[in-house]
């Protein structure tokens, strides 16, 4: 069965150092794979999806995750981080058309 | 454009008690619908999802059931509430393609007490 592992549950930052977010995933399957974003009482926003094609994915609000199959992983990357970016951050990945499966989420705290 | 409802925004709820929580999705047909809980620092647990109208699949035994009585419209019950209940529940949407993401409401955050 696909799993999605993210192994640092809080990363903190100061403002406009870059920042990665771990994700390592685990299919037997061809997957597709998902970054999602949460501020505080809301719901999921998507940050980034790779379907196929290029292993090097732009998302919004400046982020980008790499693909590496060797490795299976799709970690999520910012070069400068600001204050709004705190949130929880989420990889998913998705095998077929009928559920996507969550990590346990990272909380992003981004200090001045 | 599509868009999601989910409602209350929050709940507070005594033990024991019924629960009722109601997500609609508009401007799509057929979707994928699913019921989502998130405890806190336990990310996003799968409770249920439905394929059509009457199509329901759980994810974990629990004391929660799902219904989806029309093509848009999914509910999450209970009939009688456990603290261990408490937690924020999100709704959420996809399309029947392989490659999909799923769009989600706002969430409810359920207090049992």
């Not at chain 2, 999914?74 to 937690?87: A, Q, R, T």
Request: proline share 5%.
């Amino acid at each position: 069965a696909q799993s999605v592992t993210q192994l640092d549950s809080q990363v903190p930052v100061f403002e406009e150092a870059p920042v990665e977010l771990r994700c390592n995933y685990s299919s037997s399957v061809s997957v597709y794979l998902f970054w999602y974003v949460q501020y505080p009482n809301q719901g999921l926003q998507l940050l980034l999806k790779y379907l196929s094609g290029s292993t090097l994915v732009k998302g919004i609000n400046g982020f980008e995750a790499e693909f590496n199959k060797s490795q299976t992983s799709f970690h999520l990357r910012k070069p400068s981080v600001h204050i709004s970016d705190t949130a929880e951050y989420f990889c998913a990945v998705s095998v077929g058309f009928q559920k996507l499966v969550f990590g346990t989420g990272t909380r992003l705290l981004v200090s001045p | 454009s599509q868009t999601i409802h989910q409602w209350p925004a929050t709940l507070v709820q005594p033990v024991g008690s019924p629960l009722s929580l109601e997500c609609t999705v508009e401007g799509t047909s057929n979707p994928n619908l699913y019921w989502y809980r998130q405890a806190a620092g336990r990310g996003l647990q799968l409770l249920f999802y439905s394929v059509g109208i009457g199509q329901i699949s759980s994810e974990v035994p629990q004391n929660l059931s799902a219904s989806r009585p029309q093509d848009r419209q999914f509910i999450l019950s209970s009939k009688k509430l456990l603290l261990s209940d408490s937690g924020f529940y999100l709704c959420a949407w996809s399309l029947k393609t392989m490659n999909t993401e799923a769009f989600f409401g706002q969430g409810t955050r359920l207090t049992v007490v």
